[in-house]
């Protein structure tokens, strides 16, 4: 995570989500002031998320975890309520480096994947793909419940394809066509 992105949504009036892995990361964006409020627990983050909207303030709250597990209860949310509790999102994972700490999957913890990459890269480099799958799939969900994705031009859906998850735009049979647009390339021009 940067500090731009949790910036940005609130000067734009907002609510900006941010997963960080990194506690380390996190606490800096928060003392630096980039980033509002901060929480490592899912149930705190989906009450902070409608509580704001509720009251239609601009904040950005970082959560310490995995990104994966944020867009999961994002689903599990929408299921059960029927509420899209996000309307735009973007990843800026390292995915240029996704096999050497540039992404960390969902079943480890930021720690556990420092020493895998060190002792079983293979091993990391599975659970990665796994992690990417189970990413696409939730962001596929809110997308077609009306969820606005974008890459961020960090080699996320390039990535996710190569692991196999379902990122083709349909229609298409060109490998480099994705589902989502590209923020710099389609949105920017």
Not at 45 to 73: C, F, H, M, P
Request: aromatic share 8%; glycine share 8%.
């Amino acid at each position: 995570m940067s500090g731009a992105q949790a910036k940005a949504a609130v000067i734009c009036g907002c609510i900006g989500v941010v997963a960080e892995m990194s506690e380390e990361a996190l606490m800096k964006r928060h003392a630096q002031g980039w980033l509002q409020e901060y929480t490592d627990n899912l149930d705190v983050l989906i009450k902070r998320i409608r509580e704001t909207r509720a009251k239609k303030e601009a904040t950005s709250i970082g959560y310490l975890g995995n990104v994966v597990d944020v867009w999961e209860r994002l689903v599990a949310e929408y299921e059960a309520t029927g509420e899209l509790l996000v309307e735009l999102g973007s990843d800026q994972t390292s995915c240029h480096n996704p096999f050497g700490g540039g992404y960390c999957p969902v079943q480890l913890s930021f720690q556990e994947a420092e020493e895998m990459l060190a002792k079983d890269p293979y091993r990391l480099k599975t659970l990665v793909q796994e992690s990417l799958r189970r990413q696409i799939a939730a962001i596929n969900k809110l997308a077609d419940a009306g969820l606005f994705f974008w890459d961020y031009g960090n080699a996320f859906l390039l990535e996710a394809r190569r692991a196999g998850a379902d990122v083709s735009k349909p229609g298409t049979e060109d490998p480099l066509t994705f589902r989502y647009p590209s923020y710099v390339q389609d949105i920017m021009g």
